[in-house]
C-alpha cells in the first residue's frame, strides 16, 4: 500500500466509525432524554433534526478551536 493509500483507509474507516457511533449515541439519547416509546415516523424525523444539529455544533467546535 502507499501511503496515500493508508492515509486514505485509515481516514475512511475513521469517519464511518464515527458516523456509525452517532448514530447509535444519537439513539441512546433520544430514548433516554426525550418523550420516545418506539420508532416511530416522529422519532425518525427528530433523528434527523438532532443529527443535523449535531453536525453542525462539532463543526462549529472544530472552527473554534475547542476540538484539537
Known amino acids: 500500500m502507499t501511503k496515500n493509500t493508508i492515509v486514505e483507509k485509515v ?5 464511518d466509525t464515527l458516523i456509525d457511533s452517532l448514530d447509535e449515541l444519537t439513539v441512546d439519547y433520544m430514548y433516554e432524554y426525550g418523550n420516545y416509546t418506539e420508532s416511530n415516523t416522529r422519532f425518525a424525523l427528530d433523528k434527523q433534526v438532532y ?9 462549529n467546535r472544530l472552527m473554534s478551536g475547542k476540538i484539537k
Not at 481516514?11 to 469517519?15: K, R
Not at 443529527?51 to 455544533?57: F, G, H, P, Y
Open 11 to 15: 481516514v475512511d474507516e475513521t469517519v
Open 51 to 59: 443529527e443535523k444539529l449535531i453536525v453542525k455544533e462539532l463543526y
